[in-house]
């Protein structure tokens, strides 16, 4: 009887374990998880790649680079992608970064516009204004995180270095409806529902609710009068305790419906700026997943 056998009769689980690893382990050879040979890597790496196993791609793509021991920037642009698609935009940006800062490298413009691109989607405003801009696609990077820090408004000859005429005057008028955005005070909504029920409301141009805050807040002050006026002194306390959370709700949703009205015309504008997003409008890695 061979050991092979004598395990099987021995340890039926034991023998499936082991089966289990010897076809993983030779599923991996035939695959080339353990080539050394930097083609056969290359290649499974863009097999992986195409499949969107994107972690294990990036591992054979180093592996490839380590191996080879050449600079190669269409692999390390490819890494980067694959740290992109996974939406670890942080090294992402580093990797693109090694390629922007290569004077040499022919993808270098497309390096930059995915620096940019990905420092936005980390919310590094100050580290996308720190990285400039050379051309519109990039300046539309740099606007946008701008904006976003709310650095001080500037006048019309700002985009004069926008090259495209039509998105030159575009951004533009943008920037002027932005500036003309007029903001509501939550606090000044949450005073004018203290003085009068509702009136917050109307203040934020929503005449309806105002109207029913003001309504039933009034209502349930003039059947807690009643009440108390006929000597109903458990139904005087429950609509108390009614008139006073209708008076507090109107006064918190005044404060809160200031803070969404807000929100609401500031994210409408980052739509509309959205429009000429270069970068949606012909993203950068179409042909690398091709």
Not at 103 to 111: C, G, H, K
Not at 115 to 140: I, M, S
Not at 202 to 228: E, P, S, V
Not at 241 to 255: D, M, R
Request: aromatic share 14%; glycine share 6%.
């Amino acid at each position: 009887m061979t050991r092979l056998q004598t395990i099987k009769s021995r340890s039926p689980k034991a023998f499936l374990g082991l089966t289990i690893v010897l076809m993983v382990l030779c599923q991996s050879v035939r695959s080339g998880d353990l080539s050394t040979d930097p083609v056969k890597i290359c290649r499974f790496a863009d097999h992986l790649f195409r499949e969107g196993d994107y972690l294990r791609a990036a591992i054979e793509y180093e592996r490839y680079l380590y191996l080879s021991a050449e600079p190669n920037d269409t692999i390390l642009f490819r890494i980067g992608l694959c740290h992109q698609f996974r939406e670890r935009y942080d090294y992402a940006a580093d990797v693109f970064q090694k390629i922007a800062g290569s004077d040499s490298s022919e993808l270098r413009s497309t390096a930059r516009l995915a620096v940019l691109y990905n420092l936005t989607k980390l919310q590094k405003w100050e580290a996308v204004c720190d990285f400039g801009y050379r051309n519109d696609d990039e300046f539309y990077f740099y606007y946008f995180a701008g904006v976003k820090l709310d650095t001080p408004e500037r006048d019309q000859s700002h985009f004069n270095k926008v090259q495209d005429d039509s998105l030159r005057t575009a951004l533009s008028r943008l920037d002027d409806k932005r500036q003309r955005l007029k903001p509501k005070s939550p606090l000044l909504s949450a005073t004018l529902s203290t003085v009068i029920p509702g009136l917050g409301k109307a203040y934020l141009g929503r005449c309806g609710d105002a109207i029913f805050a003001g309504g039933m807040t009034g209502f349930a002050a003039l059947l807690t009068w009643k009440a108390f006026t006929s000597k109903l002194i458990v139904t005087g306390v429950v609509t108390s305790g009614i008139t006073l959370s209708f008076y507090l709700g109107t006064i918190y949703g005044s404060y809160i419906g200031a803070r969404l009205y807000n929100d609401h015309i500031r994210d409408t504008w980052f739509d509309e700026l959205e429009t000429f997003n270069p970068v949606n409008r012909q993203p950068y890695w179409t042909a690398w997943q091709k």
